[in-house]
């Protein structure tokens, strides 16, 4: 009897719910912009995308400039028999010169123009790297939330197996129970732990993704994840896509090597004609007074122009086909993104709506279903009205209802990162009616 009076008193202590009472002092949680924006300001991609997108603009800004002008100075038809007599033929003299390279008018802005739309493609091709980055490290962000609810409800749930391994044990032991009661609780703690140590496992690699991203030591500590609302993004798929074509930067990326494609076009047309080479001279003499003729030697000028003859066609039928090729390549990858970008949208917009649908349901039905559940149960197996069995299911149920709750919202953060990366900009930010879930 006095067992039974033990057991009766034990196990409503045991199903008692577990009150958190720990002494540890509590980190501060990390933020989400504090991340993205170190990340952005650190990472060494980033940082490499950016200097060579300001080389690409150095580039440009050089593309227009003349080339140097040349100067010559010339010691010009002294005698061998003399050399450095200058007062002997009247045709010996010293020259000065200078010359200057000029491009066929409309070529010099044409250059600036390929070599401008080639520095902007690299410029927005660093801001969609800015926008990848971002998402990456939503993604580790969110993954650590789900992570660190599932580690708590992991924990939870070992002391409750233990309580019950314990009530098993104490059952069994008073001729109330089986012993394969005991078998189950054991063989269920130990699955919860295995789960445990792999959640562990996974919050480290998290937290080392998260520092790779952010360009830190691997060790450094990582703050829990707050808690967050699921915002809801009002606008329409075609209000969407119509905001991607206008902020998505690979976007612009591509339009810019098109409008590179078309400056090219147009230079290729303008190496039919050619260049010139203005020059001026300036020759200075002396008198010459011989026998057979007598020369004031009076200072000359004299003025040139030279210029290349452009028959070399099959050369520039070539350029004009790479600027061709060029441009069409940049078309098709333009009109593949803008597919891509459709499709993401859509199917970020199904996944949203379907893992809004689950969070509600969970909260609303599942969970509360689960719980009551669960507490028929306890109360039940408490008169021997149900078996241990019954009992495990019930816990184990809600169990692995939190944990997809957990999950679902998490990947309803990340496909949002992934709509975000998609359009070019926050969807919830963006301009219409924005709700709060």
């Known amino acids: 009897m006095k067992r039974v ?12 719910p577990h009150c958190e009472m720990s002494a ?8 989400l912009e504090s991340l993205v924006a170190a990340a952005v300001a650190n990472n060494p991609e980033v940082k490499a995308s950016h200097s060579r997108w300001k080389m690409f603009a150095s580039k440009a800004r050089q593309a227009s400039a003349l080339e140097d002008p040349m100067v010559m100075f010339k010691l010009q038809n002294m005698l061998a028999r003399q050399p450095g007599v200058f007062n002997k033929d009247p045709q010996s003299a010293r020259v000065v010169g200078i010359s200057q390279q000029l491009p066929f008018f409309g070529k010099r802005v044409l250059r600036k123009d390929v070599a401008r739309h080639e520095a902007d493609s690299w410029q927005w091709a660093l801001e969609e790297r800015k926008l990848e980055l971002t998402r990456m490290v939503k993604e580790s962000y969110y993954r650590l939330w789900a992570t660190e609810k599932e580690l708590l409800i992991v924990d939870k749930n070992l002391k409750l197996l233990t309580d019950l391994l314990t009530i098993a044990e104490l059952k069994y032991s008073i001729g109330q129970g089986v012993q394969q009661d005991i078998f189950k609780a054991g063989l269920e703690k130990s699955k919860m732990v295995d789960m445990q140590i792999t959640l562990q496992q996974q919050r480290k690699s998290l937290e080392a993704n998260l520092n790779y991203l952010l360009c830190r030591p691997g060790n450094t500590p990582v703050g829990p994840v707050a ?18 074509i206008e902020q998505r930067p690979q976007v612009k990326s591509l339009a810019s090597l098109i409008h590179k494609g078309d400056a090219s076009y147009r230079l290729v047309q303008k190496e039919r004609y050619p260049d010139f080479n203005l020059s001026l001279e300036y020759m200075f003499r002396q008198p010459v007074s011989t026998d057979m003729v007598t020369d004031p030697g009076d200072n000359m000028v004299s003025l040139g ?12 039928q070539e350029m004009q086909a790479e600027s061709s090729f060029e441009r069409s390549m940049a078309i098709d990858e333009l009109n593949a993104l803008k597919n891509n970008i459709s499709y993401s949208i859509n199917e970020g917009l199904t996944q949203l709506e379907r893992r809004r649908k689950l969070v509600d349901l969970y909260k609303e039905g599942t969970l509360p279903q689960a719980e009551q559940s669960l507490e028929s149960a306890l109360i039940s197996y408490r008169v021997n009205k149900v078996d241990f069995l019954t009992l495990l299911d019930s816990r184990m149920s809600l169990f692995n209802y939190e944990r997809e709750l957990y999950e679902s919202q998490a990947e309803y953060m990340m496909t949002l990162a992934q709509l975000e990366a998609a359009i ?11 709700q709060q879930h």
């Open 227 to 244: 808690d967050f609302a699921l915002p809801v993004v009002s606008l329409s798929s075609e209000q969407l896509n119509a905001i991607a």
């Open 5 to 16: 009076y033990l057991l009766a008193v034990v196990i409503p202590f045991l199903l008692l």
């Open 305 to 316: 122009v030279t210029f290349n003859l452009p028959v070399q066609q099959k050369k520039r």
């Open 424 to 434: 070019g900009t926050d969807p919830v930010a963006a301009p219409g009616h924005i």
């Open 24 to 31: 540890e002092i509590r980190v501060q949680p990390e933020n």
